[in-house]
């Protein structure tokens, strides 16, 4: 059984891979909790891999070790981001000192390494119940179900999520899903004009945003321009982020002759990339893969009219007709006619816009906070 405080309360130790001042979800979700679940009477100790991101690859993940195994010593129960880089230290260490152990999944890494590294081209789907013959994917496979074996509890942040990770043979029962939390920000029309004067956008504008990798479906996106041209000769496609495909992505516009119609952005601080978005007349995120989108929420937020694919966790964000309009994964042919019709004004953007803003009121931080805790607690 593990150690409670004095006053009743317990410590968890979180294992993360990033913590302010990184940037990212995970550094997010674990200041968060740092600041939010001693209110409730659990104290929070936090175990950052950035602090020894700065090492050799082998001695960063030794020293790594040994940072949790000190500091878990006085803890009651870890709870680890990610299933591998700091999920395998921290499964070692909760083995050794017979503590608890829950961890969050929100992605198969083995699959993305796959992807991006090791020529994988199965969709996540196909690829959790196909054999993995990449020596280095096979390793990253076995050491993230070994972790979600070890741990007492899995949390996902989506109900397709918890389908993946019970395709790894884990029980329902050991897996909770725990949507991640959204602070909602919207604009009136006079605020979004306001922005477009700024960013000197007075065309149609089109925005899709995620890091340029095959699966975001960035090159679809591109090879429809041409037509949508026909009836809109005004239209730009932004596309904000960055990613080893910028420069594939930088010939393919050539190759069309877009150079006046596609903006790459590049990577943007998050305030301007909230310009781009409340300014735009449609997002569009034509992606292979999602968990569960913080994009989506955070367009969601803004009144911004969505088309996205109706696959991963988009589906639980967005029905189709209600919150946004999804197609199917780099089906050009829908991807085409949606926008065309959006910005036609034959789908009624601004309704779905509404309904969007409604949706993700649901995503709040007491939400979030109320429902880790209880996991939390009831693994002790």
């Given at each position: 059984?593990?150690?409670?405080?004095?006053?009743?309360?317990?410590?968890?130790?979180?294992?993360?891979?990033?913590?302010?001042?990184?940037?990212?979800?995970?550094?997010?979700?674990?200041?968060?909790?740092?600041?939010?679940?001693?209110?409730?009477?659990?104290?929070?100790?936090?175990?950052?891999?950035?602090?020894?991101?700065?090492?050799?690859?082998?001695?960063?993940?030794?020293?790594?070790?040994?940072?949790?195994?000190?500091?878990?010593?006085?803890?009651?129960?870890?709870?680890?981001?990610?299933p591998v880089s700091v999920g395998f230290p921290a499964t070692?260490?909760?083995?050794?000192?017979?503590?608890?152990?829950?961890?969050?999944?929100?992605?198969?890494?083995?699959?993305?390494?796959?992807?991006r590294r090791f020529g994988i081209t199965d969709t996540l789907?196909?690829?959790?119940?196909?054999?993995?013959?990449?020596?280095?994917?096979?390793?990253?496979?076995?050491?993230?179900?070994?972790?979600?074996?070890?741990?007492?509890?899995?949390?996902?942040?989506?109900?397709?999520?918890?389908?993946?990770?019970?395709?790894?043979?884990?029980?329902?029962?050991?897996?909770?899903?725990?949507?991640?939390?959204?602070?909602?920000?919207?604009?009136?029309?006079?605020?979004?004009?306001?922005?477009?004067?700024?960013l000197d956008i007075s065309n149609h504008a089109i925005l899709?945003?995620?890091?340029?990798?095959?699966?975001?479906?960035?090159?679809?996106?591109?090879?429809?321009?041409?037509?949508?041209?026909?009836?809109?000769?005004?239209?730009?496609?932004?596309?904000?982020?960055?990613?080893?495909?910028?420069?594939?992505?930088?010939?393919?516009?050539?190759?069309?002759?877009?150079?006046?119609?596609?903006?790459?952005?590049?990577?943007?601080?998050?305030?301007?990339?909230?310009?781009?978005?409340?300014?735009?007349?449609?997002?569009?995120?034509?992606?292979?893969?999602?968990?569960?989108?913080?994009?989506?929420?955070?367009?969601?937020?803004?009144?911004?009219?969505?088309?996205?694919?109706?696959?991963?966790?988009?589906?639980?964000?967005?029905?189709?007709?209600?919150?946004?309009?999804?197609?199917?994964?780099?089906?050009?042919?829908?991807?085409?006619?949606?926008?065309?019709?959006?910005?036609?004004?034959?789908?009624?953007?601004?309704?779905?816009?509404?309904?969007?803003?409604?949706?993700?009121?649901?995503?709040?931080?007491?939400?979030?906070?109320?429902?880790?805790?209880?996991?939390?607690?009831?693994?002790?």
């Amino acid at each position: 059984m593990p150690r409670l405080l004095y006053d009743g309360s317990m410590r968890i130790l979180i294992a993360t891979g990033l913590y302010p001042p990184d940037i990212g979800g995970p550094a997010t979700y674990s200041k968060f909790l740092k600041e939010e679940l001693p209110k409730g009477d659990i104290e929070v100790l936090v175990c950052s891999f950035g602090e020894v991101r700065h090492l050799l690859p082998l001695v960063r993940h030794i020293v790594y070790f040994f940072k949790v195994l000190r500091a878990g010593r006085s803890a009651d129960l870890f709870l680890a981001l990610d299933p591998v880089s700091v999920g395998f230290p921290a499964t070692l260490v909760s083995l050794l000192l017979r503590k608890p152990l829950v961890v969050k999944i929100v992605g198969d890494y083995a699959w993305e390494q796959g992807t991006r590294r090791f020529g994988i081209t199965d969709t996540l789907d196909d690829f959790v119940v196909k054999p993995a013959r990449h020596p280095f994917v096979l390793l990253l496979r076995s050491t993230q179900r070994m972790v979600a074996r070890r741990a007492k509890h899995i949390i996902v942040p989506s109900v397709y999520l918890k389908r993946i990770v019970t395709a790894w043979g884990m029980t329902e029962k050991k897996i909770s899903v725990i949507y991640n939390a959204f602070d909602a920000v919207t604009y009136t029309k006079e605020e979004k004009d306001e922005i477009r004067a700024l960013l000197d956008i007075s065309n149609h504008a089109i925005l899709s945003a995620g890091r340029l990798v095959p699966w975001k479906g960035f090159a679809a996106l591109i090879e429809i321009m041409p037509g949508i041209l026909e009836e809109f000769p005004d239209a730009t496609l932004f596309i904000a982020g960055e990613g080893p495909d910028r420069t594939a992505f930088e010939t393919l516009i050539k190759k069309h002759n877009l150079g006046g119609h596609v903006r790459m952005l590049g990577g943007l601080p998050q305030e301007t990339l909230f310009r781009y978005i409340t300014a735009a007349d449609v997002f569009v995120l034509n992606t292979g893969y999602e968990g569960f989108s913080h994009q989506l929420l955070e367009v969601m937020s803004t009144g911004t009219p969505i088309i996205a694919t109706d696959v991963g966790g988009n589906p639980e964000l967005i029905e189709t007709g209600v919150e946004g309009i999804l197609v199917s994964y780099n089906n050009k042919a829908e991807l085409e006619s949606a926008i065309r019709e959006m910005l036609r004004g034959h789908i009624d953007g601004r309704a779905l816009a509404r309904n969007a803003q409604k949706k993700v009121m649901q995503f709040t931080k007491e939400r979030m906070l109320a429902e880790t805790k209880h996991v939390l607690m009831s693994q002790i």
